[in-house]
C-alpha cells in the first residue's frame, strides 16, 4: 500500500483526525527525553492512514526488519503518543475567531483569490491557536516583515483544497523580514495527490538574518514537494514531529530535489548557529517519484560561503522505500522517443517498465518519472521531460539518494553529531555523506539500520569505511 493510495483514501471519506486517540502509556523507557510526557495531541499515524500499525505502513517494498515492529527502545511521535492538535479540541473558524492585534481575515487575499488569515503592521508576537485552516475550501495564512517578533501557529489544522491548490502554491507563508516562526501541536496535510498543482513548499519560509525556525509536535504529510522551503537562516529546531510523503510529485528533470528542508540564505558567509532533528518520524514512501537527496539536508548554498557552527540528527525513525512498491520491476537498454510529456519505447529493452520508476538517459542526461503505462508502447512521463530520440535508457527505482543526512556546499561544519538513529535504507543509496566539505568535530554513532540490526558507521560507501546495512 503507498501513501499515494492512502492519500486518496483519507481525503475522499471522512476527515477527521481529532476523534479520541488512544491512550499514551508512554510504555518505552529508553530515552528519557522523548517528548512522551509532555505529549497533548491527538494524530497518531497508524489510525489516521487507515493502517493496522506504523510498521505496516512504513515498510512499503518487501522488506523485513530484524529486531520487530518496534525496535527502537523509546517512544516516537505519531506512534507510540499524539502529536498536533489535542483530542476534542473545537477549532475555531478563522473568519470569525478572535485574532491577535495585527491579524485579520481576507476573504480574497489568498493565492486562488480565496481567503487568507494575514498578519502585518501591529502584529507583536502573534500566537494563532486553535484554528482550522482547512474551512472555506482552505484557507492559507500568510505573515509579512511589518510582523515584530515571531508568529507561533499552534494546536491549528492545515489541510489542503480547492483555494489553496494552485501552482507554486503553500498552506503557510512567512513573506519576508526577520520573523520568526514556531509550529507546535499543529497537523499539516497538503493532500497531494488529490490536490496536484505543483507547491513552492507545504510550509514556505522567506525569512531574513537570523530569524529562528522551530517545528515541534507537528505533522506534515502527503507534501508534493518539500515540506518546508525557502530562505530561512537563523537556528532551526525540528524536534518530536512526523513528516510523511513528500516530494510525491516528480520535479526531477525540471532540476528540483526533495528533503524535509534546504536552507537556502542568500547571504555570502552566512552562519547557521544550528540545525537540529531530534525525534523525528520520517517516512520516503513508495510513491515518492523521484530522488530524495536526504531527509536531513543541512547544506550551504553552493558558492556563498556558508557554515553551519551544529548539526544534530539524534533519536530520529526514518524509513525510505524503493519507488513502485514491491512489484515494480527495472529495465535497461531502453530505446526510444519523447514528445510532449508521451514516451514511445521501441521494443527490445531488457526487463519491465513500470510506473512510478524513475528513467535516466533521456536526452542530455535527462530523467523523468514514468508516470503511467497508456498502452504497450506508449508511457506518460513527468513533468518537462528532454524531447526527442534517445538510446541506453535505464531505470532505477531508489527514492533517496542518502537514507539520513548529506553535508554539502557549505565551506565548513564546526560540529555534526548523527547518532541514535533507526533507519531502513532500503529505497537509498547510502546512509550519510559528505559532498567536499570540511568538518571539524564529527560524532557518528549508535546508528541502527531497521533491516538487519547491523550497525550504521562512518560517511560515505563501502569504499570509505562505511556501513549502512543491508546496502553496504
Known amino acids: 500500500m503507498t501513501l499515494k493510495a492512502v492519500a486518496i483514501a483519507i481525503v475522499g471519506g471522512a476527515l477527521a483526525p481529532f476523534a479520541a486517540a488512544a491512550a499514551t502509556t508512554c510504555a518505552y523507557t529508553g530515552w528519557a527525553g522523548d517528548g512522551c510526557a509532555t505529549a ?6 497508524a489510525p489516521y492512514y487507515k493502517s493496522a500499525d506504523f510498521a505496516t505502513l512504513a515498510m512499503q517494498s518487501g522488506q523485513k526488519w530484524a529486531h520487530g515492529r518496534h525496535p527502537w527502545k523509546w517512544n516516537a511521535p505519531g506512534i507510540d503518543y499524539g502529536i498536533g492538535p489535542p483530542a476534542g479540541l473545537a477549532l475555531a473558524d478563522p473568519a470569525t475567531a478572535r485574532l491577535p492585534a495585527g491579524c485579520m481575515f481576507r476573504p480574497n487575499g489568498g493565492p486562488a483569490h480565496g481567503p487568507e488569515l494575514h498578519c502585518g503592521r501591529g502584529a507583536v508576537n502573534p500566537v494563532l491557536s486553535g484554528i482550522d485552516f482547512s474551512l472555506h475550501g482552505c484557507t492559507v495564512f500568510q505573515a509579512d516583515a511589518n510582523v515584530v517578533g515571531g508568529v ?14 494552485v501552482r507554486f502554491g503553500y498552506l503557510i507563508k512567512m ?29 514556505v519560509v522567506n525569512t531574513t538574518g537570523q530569524a529562528p525556525l522551530t517545528v515541534r509536535y507537528t ?20 524536534e518530536h514531529n512526523v513528516f510523511m510523503g513528500f516530494v510525491l510529485g516528480s520535479y526531477a528533470n525540471t532540476g528540483e530535489h526533495g528533503e524535509i528542508l534546504e536552507l537556502g ?19 520516503i514512501p513508495a510513491s515518492t517519484a523521484m530522488t530524495v537527496t536526504a531527509p536531513f539536508y543541512p547544506n550551504g548554498l553552493n558558492g556563498k560561503h556558508h557554515v553551519i557552527n551544529r548539526f544534530v540528527a539524534d533519536h530520529n525513525v526514518i524509513v525510505t522505500n524503493l519507488a513502485g512498491g514491491v512489484s515494480a520491476s527495472t529495465a535497461s537498454e531502453v530505446e526510444g522517443t519523447v514528445e510532449g510529456a508521451v514516451m514511445t519505447v521501441k521494443p527490445g529493452h531488457r526487463g519491465g517498465l513500470s510506473p512510478g520508476v524513475t528513467i535516466v538517459g533521456l536526452g542530455a542526461h535527462g530523467r523523468a518519472t514514468i508516470v503511467k503505462q497508456l498502452d504497450r508502447e506508449h508511457f506518460l512521463l513527468s513533468g518537462a521531460p528532454a524531447q526527442g530520440a534517445f538510446a541506453g535508457g535505464k531505470t ?3 527514492t533517496t539518494g542518502v537514507a539520513i543526512a548529506q553535508m554539502s556546499y557549505a565551506a565548513g561544519y564546526r560540529s555534526v553529531a548523527i547518532t541514535n538513529n533507526y533507519v531502513d535504507p532500503t529505497g537509498a543509496f547510502s546512509c550519510i555523506q559528505n559532498v567536499g566539505t570540511v568538518i571539524d568535530k564529527l560524532d557518528i554513532s549508535g546508528n541502527v539500520s531497521l533491516v538487519t540490526g547491523g550497525p550504521i558507521e562512518g560517511m560515505g560507501y563501502k569504499a570509505a569505511g562505511a556501513t549502512c546495512p543491508p546496502l553496504f
Open 175 to 203: 513573506m519576508g523580514g526577520a520573523v520568526g516562526l514556531t509550529l507546535e501541536n499543529d497537523l499539516i496535510d497538503e493532500v497531494y495527490p488529490r490536490y496536484d498543482q505543483p507547491f513552492v513548499g507545504t510550509v
Open 396 to 398: 532505477v527505482r531508489a
Open 265 to 283: 540564505n542568500p547571504d555570502d558567509g552566512a552562519v547557521y548557529p544550528s540545525v537540529v532533528y531530534r525525534n523525528n518520524v520520517v517516512v
Open 152 to 165: 507561533t501557529l499552534r494546536n491549528s489544522r492545515f489541510v489542503n483544497g480547492p483555494n489553496c491548490n
Open 40 to 45: 497533548t495531541g491527538a494524530f497518531l499515524v
Open 219 to 238: 505533522a506534515i504529510l502527503n507534501a508534493g514537494q518539500r515540506p518546508i522551503n525557502g530562505t530561512v537562516g537563523g537556528p532551526i529546531s525540528m
